[in-house]
């Protein structure tokens, strides 16, 4: 049974702790930092078909930590939005210095 979370303040300590391996952690943080710089070239290119490239990218990285290095099933699958927003808090947490990457 999935759990039903109200608001993303609620759901983001289960994100976190879905994300307690330090390569999985990395793995986000690079795929995110990745797909943004691919977005924001594709935007300033007028090539806009790089977004999706974008999304894929940040995406494949961060699923191969989760397969590969947590041995969990992506946030994604069950709470797509809540789970985008937390690789945005996170990343921004690693940038801060809140999260150990």
Not at 32 to 39: D, F, N, R, V, Y
Request: charged share 10%.
């Amino acid at each position: 049974m999935t759990k039903h979370y109200s608001s993303f303040s609620s759901f983001y300590p289960f994100y976190l702790s879905q994300h307690q391996n330090t390569h999985c952690r990395r793995l986000h943080f690079f795929g995110s930092l990745t797909g943004l710089l691919i977005a924001f070239y594709g935007v300033f290119a007028a090539m806009y078909t790089l977004l999706l490239l974008a999304m894929v990218v940040g995406y494949a990285f961060a699923w191969a930590g989760h397969f590969f290095f947590e041995n969990n099933k992506p946030a994604t699958f069950r709470y797509p939005l809540y789970s985008y927003c937390g690789d945005w808090v996170m990343f921004k947490d690693v940038i801060c210095g809140k999260i150990k990457c």
